[in-house]
T-cell receptor, first 115, second 112 residues
């Protein structure tokens, strides 16, 4: 079974450029999460969706960040304009709402470097 | 506001010995806790969990202990193996919500 699929795996971009990260959740899962991992803050939740609807975006750092989920099998996280402090690993995860134990399944991450 | 805290950023243990990873939390309303394991260049993967109505859950070499009065949980790995070298995160769901809050992680290194 395919897990959560993220692209790109690695992205190096210049400050001020737009960055788009993509995610395909596990088929049948109805919740999708975007997390960011940094050395200072560990894993922090940016936003999550239930049935394609954003439920909580309180973790989104600022207006430069936006996320969409146009359908059950695709989501994007966009940063515009990007800044060096956005450099981090961005993880997408999915789960089956009401499933056992609140377990969520992570993708392999998108490593973003903004220079 | 870090509701889940892992105060040890790293831990080094000899192969065959017991590894003990610790986690503290501040929110007494948490009713479920999870441990995730992360290898380099991979996403975190679920390892083991425990409900707040229990004080122990065991799965093979992995055991999680919960001390509600101290708001503390720990993950024991015995015997430790080289493949256990990874970053371990403890996590808890915000009550009434699905989102997990994670600790900062502890990097475990198992030495041969």
């Amino acid at each position: 079974d395919a897990g959560v699929i993220q692209s790109p795996r690695h992205e190096v971009t210049e400050m001020g450029q737009e960055v788009t990260l993509r995610c395909k959740p596990i088929s049948g899962h109805n919740s999708l999460f975007w997390y960011r991992q940094t050395m200072m803050r560990g894993l922090e939740l940016l936003i999550y969706f239930n049935n394609n609807v954003p439920i909580d975006d309180s973790g989104m750092p600022e207006d430069r960040f936006s996320a969409k989920m146009p359908n059950a099998s695709f989501s994007t996280l966009k940063i515009q304009p990007s800044e060096p402090r956005d450099s981090a690993v961005y993880f997408c995860a999915s789960s089956l709402r009401g499933g056992a134990g609140n377990t969520i399944y992570f993708g392999e991450g998108s490593w973003l470097t903004v220079v | 506001d870090q509701q889940v805290k892992q105060n040890s950023p790293s831990l080094s243990v000899q192969e065959g010995r017991i590894s003990i990873l610790n986690c503290d939390y501040t929110n007494s309303m948490f009713d479920y806790f999870l441990w995730y394991k992360k290898y380099p260049a991979e996403g975190p993967t679920f390892l083991i969990s425990i409900s707040s109505i229990k004080d122990k859950n065991e799965d093979g070499r992995f055991t999680v202990f919960l001390n509600k009065s101290a708001k503390h949980l720990s993950l024991h790995i015995v015997p430790s193996q080289p493949g256990d070298s990874a970053v371990y995160f403890c996590a808890a769901p915000i009550q009434g919500a699905q989102k997990l809050v994670f600790g900062q992680g502890t990097r475990l290194t198992i030495n041969p």
